[in-house]
């Protein structure tokens, strides 16, 4: 998802179309479209360098050497032709550039979407982009003191970006992603109001004046939903702000109420062609947009993290092809579509692995579409607890062993001992694998990619659809740091809040040990019966120590 944060740094287009003055800017216009070329940077540089050390760390030992070097063979080429053409003189080679960026925005996520073509998608993102921003340049043709202001906006934006995404943690890659999602609003939002007070002259006379006014309002709106909304959900995986859902009373009669006003600045930004209502109606659109980012998005416990991460990352996109379209900017228009219905597709996914649908997930509804309306089910029964030699006994007795992370071992962070312990336990002949749930973790494929950092095997690492088949036929299945997504009530209860949701079915093994600080809920905020089978067995305490328990009892019987 990162790539996405990166193509969506598009956004520095609008900025540039609108940058003038000299070396710096001379007047508010222009000043605005520096600020949103300075942030699309940031998103650019750290994008693209978070994704590279992603893939990284996919990477094995028995993996042919890369040359990636030689990608910038056919982006000189692609560069190169369109310098070539410009200087000929040919007048459509502007949007034939813009058409060929646009095609390797669309193979960058296509490529991202399968481990042996990733790092072509990679490549794919940084030559479409790159292009793209290029043939800007080359449309505009600036004057060196502008050329050089852009430069500077470029090259330090960049810089911070670059920073950011060699500093960031892995386990802290949903807080980032979320955070270049609010530069994307914070862009859009900028370009919008800049792109008013430029083009306002000619609003009384051209043909295309409302649908260009209706652009700039929506890319407003829903650029401040994305701002405001992704610095809560920053807050939220931070830390700073509590994971819970904030349920303000009255809050749908708010976002309506909200929403209304948005309806009704925009009828009047409509009725009076005056800039100074125009603008303060934009002003307005800003101001309850943001209110509304935070009152939904709040609303939205720590659970649903993985699609509000998705949303956003669709209601980015959206913004960008509303500048597309203010701007009559292809490029733009292209990539903003491509990203918002690409994350409105991932969103679907997430809600479809939750059997929620999404309008419940944004509400911050609670329930699934299946659930009942009568009593949950009862918890009977006592739980088994077991220590860590009674746990490598079981270890070295199993010959199929399963191991189902969630994101406790995110936080405990985990995953080094257990990529040591399965290592040990591959070369013994055990057969180990890795089932992740599709929204385990706070945003989609965090847990791969954690488990990749400390060295596992990718193609040991199976989604559920593919492993969840297996459980009974599995020896031993150990769940370290997950809770809702192994759930057994989600199947046998049909009035619990969780009904209906897909979820690996541990407790189908012949043995299960599952490792949690306590006894405690989920987020979903309901027990877990699996606790209290008579195949489970419960390894309290933090789960990095006591994989490093069990890790150095494995090695001292070797």
């Known amino acids: 998802m990162s790539v996405t944060n990166a193509i969506s740094g598009i956004t520095a287009v609008g900025g540039l179309l609108q940058m003038g003055g000299g070396l710096y800017p001379s007047n508010s216009v222009e000043a605005l479209a520096a600020t949103a070329a300075f942030i699309s940077f940031i998103n650019i540089s750290g994008g693209f360098l978070v994704t590279q050390r992603m893939l990284d760390m996919f990477k094995r030992p028995t993996d042919p050497p890369e040359h990636m070097y030689l990608y910038g063979i056919p982006a000189a080429a692609f560069v190169g032709g369109y310098i070539y053409a410009m200087a000929k003189g040919y007048p459509e080679i502007h949007q034939m550039a813009y058409l060929g ?6 193979g960058a996520l296509g490529g991202l979407s399968n481990q042996k073509t990733s790092r072509l998608g990679n490549s794919l993102g940084i030559i479409g982009v790159g292009s793209g921003l290029v043939a800007t340049l080359g449309m505009m043709n600036p004057s060196a003191e502008v050329l050089t202001q852009m430069a500077a906006a470029a090259i330090g934006g960049s810089a911070i970006g670059t920073v950011i995404a060699k500093k960031i943690e ?11 999602h609010s ?28 649908v260009i006014k209706t652009a700039l ?35 749908h009669a708010l976002n309506a109420a909200l929403l209304a006003g948005n309806v009704g600045a925009m009828a009047y930004y409509f009725l009076d062609p005056s800039m100074a209502v125009g ?9 309850l947009s943001c209110a509304m980012g935070v009152t939904l998005t709040s609303a939205i416990g720590g659970a649903d993290m993985p699609v509000v991460i998705t949303v956003l990352n669709s209601y980015s996109g959206w913004a960008l092809c509303a500048e597309g379209f203010m701007l009559n900017n292809n490029l733009m228009t292209v990539v903003g579509a491509l990203i918002g219905s690409s994350g409105a597709i991932l969103s679907y996914i997430m809600c479809k692995a939750m059997n929620r649908s999404l309008p419940n997930v944004i509400l911050g509804g609670y329930g699934t579409s299946s659930t009942g309306g009568g009593k949950p089910m ?29 994101y406790g071992l995110c936080v405990a962070k ?13 070369s013994q002949g055990k057969n180990v694998r890795f089932a992740i749930h599709p929204v385990a973790g706070r945003m989609p494929g965090q847990l791969n990619v954690l488990l990749a950092e400390a060295g596992v095997p990718y193609d040991i690492v199976l989604e559920m659809e593919e492993i969840n088949d297996e459980f009974p036929e599995t020896d031993l299945v150990l769940v370290i740091g997950a809770n809702d997504t192994v759930n057994s009530a989600a199947e046998d209860d049909p009035n619990s809040i969780i009904a209906g949701m897909p979820v690996l079915r541990v407790w189908k093994a012949h043995q299960v040990i599952v490792m949690k600080r306590s006894l405690g809920v989920g987020y979903a905020a309901i027990d877990n019966p699996i606790f209290f089978k008579p195949n489970s067995s419960m390894l309290l305490g933090d789960a990095k120590k006591t994989c490093d328990a069990i890790l150095n009892r494995i090695k001292a019987t070797e």
Request: hydrophobic content about 45%; glycine content about 10%; overall charge negative.
């Open 101 to 106: 960026s646009s095609l390797c925005c669309v």
């Open 170 to 180: 892995i386990t802290d890659l949903p807080q980032l992603v979320a955070a270049f």
């Open 183 to 210: 530069l994307v609003g914070a862009a859009a939002v900028l370009t919008c109001l800049a792109t008013y007070v430029h083009d306002f002259p000619s609003f009384a006379t051209a043909t295309d004046a409302n």
């Open 217 to 251: 309002f929506l890319g407003t709106f829903i650029g401040g939903v994305t701002f405001s909304g992704s610095l809560i959900a920053y807050g939220k995986l931070q830390g700073l702000l509590k994971s819970s859902p904030m349920l303000l009373p009255g809050r």
């Open 279 to 287: 603008l303060s109606m934009l002003g307005t659109t800003t101001a």
């Open 378 to 406: 009862e918890i009977t029964g006592t739980h088994s607890e077991i220590n860590v030699d009674g746990a490598v006994d079981m270890i070295k007795n199993a010959k199929r062993i399963i191991i189902t992370p969630g």
């Open 414 to 426: 985990a995953q080094y001992p257990i990529a040591e312990m399965v290592q040990i336990l591959q």
